[in-house]
């Protein structure tokens, strides 16, 4: 088995995000799937894949903290 598992398992990850009900859960199982993606990209040396997937994951983080700090009311 090649580095295809790698990129079968982000696929996974990121399509059962979808069945989350809580948008920061989402976002965290995106992250993590992007992390993945970034993992199999290095490996079949994608750039492309590697830099829009360091995207995802990096809007992913951000809007995830972001939330948390206005739930939390903290600045």
Request: one cysteine or more.
């Amino acid at each position: 088995m090649g580095p295809e598992w790698i990129g079968w398992i982000a696929t996974a990850a990121f399509a059962s995000s979808y069945f989350c009900k809580e948008a920061r859960t989402l976002r965290l199982i995106q992250g993590m799937a992007a992390i993945l993606w970034i993992g199999y990209g290095v490996f079949i040396q994608a750039t492309p894949v590697v830099v829009a997937n360091v995207i995802v994951a990096a809007a992913a983080g951000y809007s995830t903290f972001r939330q948390s700090k206005e739930l939390t009311g903290t600045n």
